[in-house]
C-alpha cells in the first residue's frame, strides 16, 4: 500500500462534496484504479492530478478551498492531509484515524465526532464539535486543534472528547454541553456554556460570563494535571503549556443543572 | 545441600492461583501517598481472616505516576475477581479516599476490569464528577480539601499466585529475624510481589484444620520448637525458632523471582547469624498448582 496525493486541477466554481474520499479505500488501489473512479458525473481523474506518494495509508488533498465540504466524513483509519482549506462538515462523525487541515476549516469542524485527531493550522468556523440541526448530541469522542480562532457556540451539545484552541473562542462556546473539555488558549467569547449541563471549559478569560455561572473560589485540582498531560501526549508539540497550580472555578449553568464548569487561568 | 553453613531442603513451596489487581496511591507527597497505601494494606494478611492479601509493591517518583506525584503502587490478592471487589470498595472507601491530598488510579494493564469506583465516588452524593480522557475516565468527588480523583475501573489478573514461601529455621532467635528481615528487604525490590504479612515475616505457620470444629486452621505443630518430644516434630535438636515469608504475586515468574532473591540473601548471610536450614511449605503436591522447588534457586 502506498499513499495518494489528489490535487484539484481548478478552482471548483460550487459546493463540492468529498465526503466518498477515504484514504482506506483509496490508497488500498493503484493511482489508475482511483483516476477512474466516478465521481460528479466524470471520474476522479477529470477533477484531480493524481500522484502516488511514499505515505503508505495517507491520503493528500491538495489546492482545495472552502467550498470542499465534508472532508474526512466519517473517517475510520488511516491519514489524511489537506494542503489548503477545507469547507463544511470536515471531519463529521470521525471515528478513528487523523485530519491534519493546514489552512482553515468552515462550520461544522468534527461534528458528531465519535474518535481520532483533528488539527487545523487556520481557523475554524461555527460548531466546531457540534451537532447538525435534528441531531441528539455533537462531539462524543476524539481530539481536535484548532491554531486559530473558532467561531460561535464551539462544543454544542458535545459530550465527550477534547477541543484544544490556541486563538479565542467564539460567542456561546459549549452551549448545551454534556460533558468533554474546551480549553481556549486564547479565551472564551461572550456568553460562554448557555445551558451548560456538564462539562469543562478552560481559558484565561471570559468575555461577558453568564450571570448563571457561580464562582467557586481559586482552587488546586489533580484533574488539571491528568488533563495537562493528556493533552501533551495526545497533541505533542501542538499542546498548550501545562495548566497553573490554581484555576478559579465557576460552576454552570445554574440555569440547568449547574454541573459543568468554567476554569479561569488567567 | 548446605550453602554456606545453611542447609537447603530439598523440598518445595505450594502455592495456589489467585486474583490480583494493582493500584497507584499519589500524594501531596511521598510520605501521604505511604500513609495512604499503608493504611490501605493494613489487615490485608490472610486471604482467610481479612478478606484479602495485600500490600506495597514500590513507591513511584512523581515523573512516572499519572498525576506526576509521588507515588506508591500497591497489590490485592483474593480468590476471584468478584472477591476483590468489595475489598477494593471498602479498602480505597475507608482509607484512600479519606487521605489528605489522595488520588488512585489503575495500576495493571488488563483486559479484565474491576469497578474501582463503584462505591467511593457515591461519596460525592451526586455532585461527583466524570472525565473522560482517551480510553481512560475518572472521577472526581468533592471532599473538603478539594477534590478526590480515582479512576473508574482497574485491571485485574487471575493469572495470581499465592503462597509462595519460605521457612527459616535457626537457633538463635534475634539472627533468625535479621536474616529474615534482609529477606524480605530483598524480596521488596522485586517487582510484581509483595509479603502481606506484618513486616512481610510469619511466625505462625498453621496447618489444614483443627481439633475444634469451626477453625479452618490451627498452629503448625510439627515446626514449634517448644513441642518438640510432645508432638511429631520437623525441627531439628538445636532449632529454637522458625520464621516464614509467604510471598504473593502477580504472575508465577514474579514469585520465582522473589524466591530466588529471598533465599539468596539467607544464605549470603549463612550461618553466621544463627541460621541453620532453611525449609518450604506444602500439602504433598496435592493441593496447589505451583511449586517452587528450592533445589532449583541454588547457585
Given at each position: 500500500m502506498s499513499g495518494l496525493k489528489l490535487r484539484l486541477r481548478s478552482v471548483p466554481v460550487g459546493r463540492l462534496d468529498l465526503?466518498?474520499?477515504q484514504p482506506a479505500q483509496l490508497t488500498a488501489q493503484s493511482q489508475e484504479d482511483v483516476a477512474r473512479l466516478p465521481f460528479e458525473g466524470g471520474t476522479l481523474g477529470d477533477l484531480f492530478e493524481i500522484t502516488s506518494t511514499n505515505d503508505a495509508g495517507t491520503l493528500v488533498l491538495a489546492q482545495?478551498?472552502?467550498?470542499?465540504?465534508?472532508?474526512?466524513?466519517?473517517?475510520?483509519s488511516g491519514t489524511l492531509i489537506v494542503e489548503g482549506d477545507a469547507g463544511q462538515y470536515?471531519?463529521?462523525?470521525m471515528k478513528g484515524g487523523r485530519l491534519d487541515i493546514r489552512g482553515t476549516a468552515g462550520n461544522?469542524?468534527?461534528?458528531g465526532m465519535k474518535g481520532g485527531l483533528i488539527t487545523v493550522a487556520g481557523s475554524a468556523g461555527g460548531y466546531v464539535g457540534g451537532l447538525l440541526h435534528g441531531?441528539?448530541?455533537?462531539m462524543a469522542g476524539g481530539i481536535i486543534h484548532v491554531g486559530g480562532d473558532i467561531g460561535e457556540?464551539?462544543?454544542?451539545?458535545?459530550?465527550?472528547g477534547t477541543i484544544v484552541v490556541a486563538g479565542k473562542t467564539g460567542a456561546?462556546?459549549?452551549?448545551?454541553?454534556?460533558g468533554g473539555t474546551i480549553w481556549a488558549e486564547g479565551g472564551f467569547g461572550?456568553?460562554?456554556?448557555?445551558?451548560?449541563?456538564r462539562g469543562t471549559l478552560i481559558g484565561p478569560k471570559a468575555d461577558?460570563?453568564?450571570?448563571?455561572f457561580a464562582d467557586c473560589g481559586l482552587h488546586d485540582m489533580v484533574f488539571l494535571r491528568l488533563i495537562s498531560r493528556f493533552v501533551a501526549a495526545e497533541l505533542g508539540p501542538l499542546a498548550p503549556a501545562p495548566l497553573p497550580s490554581k484555576v478559579r472555578r465557576f460552576a454552570g449553568d445554574l440555569a440547568s443543572i449547574g454541573k459543568g464548569e468554567m476554569l479561569l487561568t488567567g | 545441600m548446605k550453602v554456606n553453613g545453611v542447609a537447603i531442603d530439598d523440598t518445595f513451596a505450594e502455592a495456589f492461583g489467585m486474583s490480583g489487581t494493582a493500584l497507584i496511591i499519589t500524594a501531596d507527597s511521598a510520605k501521604w501517598a505511604m500513609i495512604a497505601a499503608t493504611t490501605m494494606t493494613?489487615?490485608?494478611?490472610s486471604v482467610i481472616g481479612c478478606g484479602a492479601e495485600c500490600g506495597i509493591d514500590y513507591e513511584i517518583p512523581a515523573s512516572e505516576t499519572p498525576d506526576g506525584r509521588p507515588g506508591v503502587r500497591v497489590l490485592i490478592f483474593g480468590f476471584s475477581p468478584d472477591a476483590i471487589l468489595p475489598q477494593l470498595k471498602n479498602r480505597v472507601g475507608q482509607c484512600v479516599l479519606t487521605s489528605p491530598g489522595s488520588a488512585c488510579y489503575n495500576g495493571l494493564d488488563s483486559s479484565q476490569r474491576l469497578a474501582l469506583s463503584a462505591g467511593p465516588r457515591?461519596?460525592?452524593?451526586?455532585?461527583q464528577m466524570s472525565k473522560r480522557l482517551g480510553k481512560r475516565r475518572f472521577w472526581r468527588v468533592p471532599v473538603m480539601d478539594g477534590e478526590f480523583t480515582i479512576e473508574d475501573n482497574v485491571g485485574v489478573t487471575t493469572d495470581a499466585v499465592g503462597g509462595g514461601n519460605l521457612l527459616m529455621l535457626g537457633r538463635d532467635r534475634a539472627g533468625l529475624l535479621e536474616t529474615a528481615e534482609a529477606a524480605v528487604a530483598a524480596i521488596a525490590?522485586?517487582?510484581?510481589?509483595?509479603?502481606?504479612?506484618p513486616g512481610g515475616i510469619v511466625r505462625s505457620g498453621s496447618k489444614v484444620?483443627?481439633?475444634?470444629?469451626?477453625?479452618?486452621a490451627s498452629t503448625n505443630n510439627a515446626f514449634c520448637p517448644t513441642l518438640r518430644g510432645t508432638t511429631e516434630t520437623e525441627l531439628d535438636?538445636?532449632?529454637?525458632a522458625v520464621l516464614e515469608i509467604v510471598i504473593d504475586g502477580l504472575t508465577s515468574q514474579a514469585v520465582s523471582n522473589a524466591m530466588r532473591v529471598g533465599l539468596k540473601a539467607v544464605t549470603d548471610i549463612?550461618?553466621?547469624?544463627?541460621v541453620t536450614r532453611v525449609s518450604a511449605g506444602n500439602?504433598?503436591?496435592?493441593?496447589?498448582q505451583f511449586h517452587y522447588h528450592l533445589k532449583d534457586y541454588v547457585a
Open positions: 465526503s466518498c474520499l482545495t478551498t472552502l467550498a470542499c465540504d465534508g472532508i474526512g466524513d466519517h473517517l475510520a470536515a471531519g463529521r462523525y461544522y469542524l468534527g461534528a441531531e441528539k448530541f455533537g457556540r464551539a462544543g454544542d451539545r458535545m459530550r465527550r456561546a462556546a459549549g452551549s448545551r454541553m454534556a461572550p456568553g460562554a456554556g448557555p445551558l451548560m449541563r461577558d460570563m453568564l450571570a448563571t | 493494613g489487615f490485608g494478611t457515591f461519596f460525592g452524593d451526586g455532585w525490590r522485586v517487582p510484581d510481589v509483595i509479603t502481606p504479612f484444620g483443627s481439633k475444634y470444629k469451626g477453625a479452618l535438636p538445636d532449632t529454637i549463612g550461618a553466621a547469624k544463627g500439602y504433598g503436591g496435592k493441593l496447589g
